[in-house]
């Protein structure tokens, strides 16, 4: 199988590899058991180094370990062999944690033998879909694919079921300093929060305002535009050449054929122009004619 065809039946493969792990269940119902493949001593299975996944709560971990106390592993970990008798973790670190906090000398394990890409693949799937990672772990996962293993945007938005603005966009993250990465991280800012932050001049500051007043996302959003705008429009409106008619003129044909408020502003021989839009379908849209050029 090519690699482009085993990237794109990934996702959809993914239950088929390594069972329904964790997902919702409706009221009224029961989730059918998964049998392990074998029970093995839980100090030979150890954490996977590139686990997209750096943040467990304690709280919850505690919780999942009484459970764990009370009824036991319910749904294997998935693992695969790296050696005779040890095993990296694919799916399940979070159930290998709390069951060492439950005290559990053995666990229930599924062994697939895959290689580096694809166990990274089915770790990132895996969190993904059961939303398990922040909005920063989702994207250091999606940097990693790309680098490491040349995925495309495209080639991630299939595995994972969503577009490739959404990939795009969890990529734009990782621009921001470590300081507005941490709150991100510890969920003092959500992604909306921080995507508003990443072209501002000062988005450490920014980002401490948001938090500290509780701003919405869509407050957030105009906060930074203000921010962007002082920084680039430094001279009052009031103090500026007023634009000829052809510049006029200009804008407005280019306003009609996008459908967008665009400004012309002339700079010597030179000037910038700007396309204003107020959604990501609209900024998806510029990008699409752009690169169609």
């Avoid at 199988?1 to 964790?22: P, Q, T």
């Avoid at 305002?209 to 701003?215: F, P």
């Avoid at 052809?246 to 000037?271: C, F, M, P, Q, W």
């Amino acid at each position: 199988m090519s690699e482009d065809v085993s990237k794109r039946r990934l996702g959809r493969g993914l239950a088929a590899l390594i069972g329904e792990m964790d997902q919702p269940v409706p009221v009224g119902e029961s989730r059918p058991a998964i049998n392990p493949d074998r029970t093995i001593p839980i100090e030979f299975v150890a954490r996977s180094p590139k686990n997209p996944r750096r943040y467990f709560d304690e709280a919850e971990l505690q919780d999942l370990a009484g459970s764990i106390r009370q009824h036991g592993i319910v749904q294997p970990v998935v693992v695969r062999t790296i050696n005779n008798d040890r095993y990296e973790i694919i799916a399940g670190e979070r159930r290998w944690r709390a069951a060492q906090l439950a005290g559990l000398v053995e666990i229930p394990v599924i062994v697939r033998d895959v290689d580096d890409r694809t166990a990274l693949e089915l770790a990132i799937v895996e969190n993904v879909q059961r939303a398990d990672l922040n909005p920063l772990e989702e994207a250091l996962g999606y940097e990693q694919l790309i680098a490491e293993h040349g995925y495309t945007q495209n080639d991630l938005g299939e595995i994972i079921g969503k577009s490739r603005s959404h990939v795009a966009n969890s990529l734009r993250l990782l621009k921001l300093p470590d300081p507005v990465r941490d709150m991100l991280a510890d969920g003092s800012l959500s992604a909306g929060h921080a995507r508003a932050l990443v072209s501002t001049p000062d988005p450490v500051t920014l980002a401490k305002t948001i938090a500290q007043k509780g701003l919405s996302v869509r407050d957030a959003e105009k906060l930074a535009q203000n921010h962007i705008k002082a920084q680039h429009d430094p001279v009052p409106a009031d103090n500026r050449e007023p634009k000829d008619s052809d510049t006029i003129a200009l804008e407005r044909s280019l306003s009609d054929r996008l459908g967008l408020a665009v400004s012309i502003n002339h700079k010597g021989s030179g000037g910038q122009l700007k396309i204003n839009y107020k959604s990501l379908d609209q900024l998806e849209e510029i990008c699409r004619l752009l690169e169609a050029r």
